[in-house]
């Protein structure tokens, strides 16, 4: 059975030699979020896509707001969750604001690995290296099978490039990243699990084959093990999904998509015999704006009380499961099943909309064929410069790969020639087609949406460098 004791893990990759300071009352999990919560990593989430890509207004979400209304819900379900484990005597005070200081930042950094442009993004870097890298493989050997190197960028996904920035590349002052906890390193692996060993039908996995000897670290510091998630892990996912579930559709009902009216009487309709979600849309419908907000900011106010109203419902419905099925959490067991899986009609229902509205509305894919474009074109010029130039060639900035190679921040070339097994820098002759492909990748994934559109004109000679 997993011990919180071990789960709580306050020990780092790199041991802290700051000296404990009587008068700072702030536990490790808590020194993470203050450590992270003014990184560049951070910062660039305001400029990435939540549902609506290179907005110049405030009125949508970013992922940065995103992320925030993630970290509140954490702490929430964790303050929760917690105070019943101490009425339960499993906890006492001090392990429930650790376990609230973890899913805080663990909430604040979820997204940090997504691509510019959303999941969308994510798309586009895995089919980019399907033809650029694998089918080029498969056509020189017709015995070709597919090695972990491969499947870690075949199946990219920005939960994965989330550990890799949290550990290495956003850098403090040395190769360990942002060095959190143990503990707060667990509790954002969604899927515990290689892109090799992942029986995910859509291939999820937790981290590269460059993390793995992290993972087996964080493994042996928290007790767990491959294929057993954190069981905060369970949390932040909830975490995650009761915020964005509802909050994108408040967003499409700002801007115009979602006719909000005629869905929101659809959905009560398609769940009239249903006691418990009546008795909800009564306590929404029995709010009503003040006249004088006018009919739009009325409209807005309704939506705003159905997201309130529902995301409590579904706080309550994630502390619940979590409890119900706690014995299966403790013992490894619980797999990566949902905690909101009761309400996961509602939940179909209420993505639907979204999808209907938003992702199929021509502002979003116009600006997801200006995303592809953007992002496989930023690779190709990348990989043709660096991935197949010698090592002359990629130091002398006064060739064109030279310059390529040159755009590339600091921090992820100082990564790129950092030997963790022998604990020193190498020489760039001595890095690898894998590792190159990383810098690549960590280089174009962490950009923005702004700056990823700015830099492909600028390269392309669209537009002249200001």
């Not at 009587?22 to 808590?30: A, G, L, P, Q, S």
């Not at 659809?266 to 006691?275: G, S």
């Amino acid at each position: 059975m997993l011990d919180w004791d071990k789960l709580l893990c306050d020990e780092r990759i790199r041991t802290s030699t700051v000296v404990k300071d009587e008068h700072v009352t702030r536990n490790e999990f808590e020194a993470d979020y203050d450590r992270i919560v003014g990184s560049s990593s951070v910062r660039r989430l305001q400029d990435k896509a939540q549902v609506f890509p290179l907005q110049k207004n405030d009125v949508v979400r970013t992922r940065l707001t995103h992320s925030m209304e993630v970290s509140a819900i954490a702490r929430s379900l964790a303050k929760t969750v917690g105070l019943r484990l101490e009425r339960m005597g499993i906890f006492d005070r001090e392990k429930t604001e650790k376990l609230m200081g973890m899913l805080q930042t663990a909430g604040l950094i979820h997204d940090l690995g997504n691509p510019p442009f959303g999941h969308y993004g994510e798309t586009v870097i895995r089919n980019w290296y399907q033809s650029k890298v694998v089918d080029v493989k498969r056509n020189l050997d017709k015995h070709y099978k597919t090695e972990q190197e491969d499947a870690d960028f075949l199946y990219f996904d920005g939960n994965v490039q989330n550990l890799r920035i949290v550990t290495k590349l956003q850098t403090m002052n040395d190769r360990y990243g942002a060095n959190f906890t143990y503990g707060t390193l667990a509790s954002i692996i969604k899927y515990p699990y290689s892109s090799m060993t992942t029986t995910h039908p859509k291939h999820k996995f937790g981290y590269f084959k460059s993390e793995e000897e992290i993972m087996k670290s964080i493994w042996q510091h928290t007790g767990l093990s491959e294929g057993v998630r954190h069981p905060a892990a369970y949390l932040l996912e909830a975490a995650d999904d009761i915020v964005y579930i509802c909050d994108d559709i408040e967003d499409g009902v700002k801007k115009g998509y979602i006719p909000w009216n005629k869905e929101y009487d659809q959905i009560k309709q398609t769940f009239k015999e249903n006691t418990i979600y009546q008795k909800l849309f009564e306590r929404i419908d029995a709010k009503k704006a003040d006249a004088g907000l006018g009919e739009r900011e009325g409209l807005l106010a309704q939506v705003k009380l159905f997201r309130n109203y529902v995301q409590g419902h579904l706080i309550r419905t994630a502390v619940d499961s979590f409890f119900d099925h706690y014995e299966q959490i403790m013992n490894g067991e619980f797999g990566i099943t949902d905690l909101l899986e009761s309400d996961k009609e509602l939940i179909k229902c209420l993505k639907k909309l979204t999808a209907t509205y938003c992702f199929t509305c021509d502002e979003v894919l116009t600006l997801e064929i200006v995303g592809e474009r953007t992002i496989k074109e930023l690779l190709n010029i990348f990989y043709d410069a660096i991935h197949t130039s010698n090592v002359e060639v990629i130091e002398d900035s006064s060739k064109y790969e030279g310059k390529i190679y040159h755009l590339i921040s600091d921090n992820y070339k100082y990564i790129l020639t950092f030997d963790y097994k022998e604990n020193k820098q190498k020489s760039l002759k001595d890095v690898n087609e894998y590792e190159k492909m990383h810098l690549i990748v960590d280089f174009v994934s962490g950009m923005t949406d702004s700056y990823a559109v700015s830099l492909y004109k600028k390269l392309l000679g669209i537009s002249l460098p200001e």
